[in-house]
């Protein structure tokens, strides 16, 4: 392995906070300031597993069917980030996965890699109503998204507090972030920050 440190960060938010467009935001931030930060890409792996082609394929097969193959995909993504250890990689993912019809769910389970390359934790929020507003206006077909006021409460509530709970288990620092228009700095602004200055004080206490 490289000199270095392996490092990434764990970017939680549930659908509707624009978590994506805000993580490809702070990499071409940081691109542009010519930090090496980039997002893992984990959903290539998963179309690989699940011997899908697209991603739409791949959202179509239960949810629970999905999570089965997330341990070897964690592996595989493990393996890359250690094979350049320089890079502050971002996982753009959940921490709470219901089904299609938001009544059962699962919570991502801590991975035994994470003690040793997770350096952090991002959540992502907003208002309820924007994250409606969100989804509303979402083209996709995304039947595994709700449009219930009330349940997107519940859900970004477990969201938070299931982040909160395995930042303090894994004894690493956390953050949210409030992605809402018009703000100075911007979410992925803030983002940025926060990476850097988390990958700083990792490789100074490592």
């Avoid at 070897?72 to 971002?90: A, G, Q």
């Amino acid at each position: 392995m490289k000199g270095g440190v392996a490092m990434f960060i764990y970017i939680g938010g549930v659908p509707g906070v624009d978590k994506t467009t805000m993580v490809a935001e702070t990499e071409e931030l940081a691109r542009k300031c010519k930090i090496r930060m980039e997002k893992i890409k984990g959903a290539p792996i998963l179309c690989e597993l699940a011997d899908v082609t697209t991603v739409a394929e791949l959202r179509t097969l239960p949810e629970n069917v999905r999570r089965t193959l997330h341990p070897e995909m964690n592996r595989r993504l493990y393996e890359i980030n250690r094979s350049d250890p320089e890079i502050v990689r971002l996982a753009d993912r959940h921490f709470v996965y219901f089904d299609i019809e938001g009544k059962e769910y699962e919570i991502r389970q801590i991975q035994p890699w994470d003690k040793e390359q997770m350096i952090a934790i991002a959540v992502i929020i907003t208002s309820p109503n924007i994250i409606l507003s969100r989804r509303l206006k979402d083209t996709n077909d995304r039947p595994d998204r709700k449009y219930d006021i009330n349940f997107l409460i519940i859900e970004q509530k477990m969201e938070i507090d299931i982040a909160v709970s395995q930042a303090k288990e894994l004894e690493i620092p956390f953050c949210f972030i409030r992605n809402e228009a018009d703000k100075s700095p911007t979410a992925a602004e803030t983002l940025l920050f926060f990476c850097m200055h988390q990958a700083l004080c990792h490789k100074i206490r490592a």
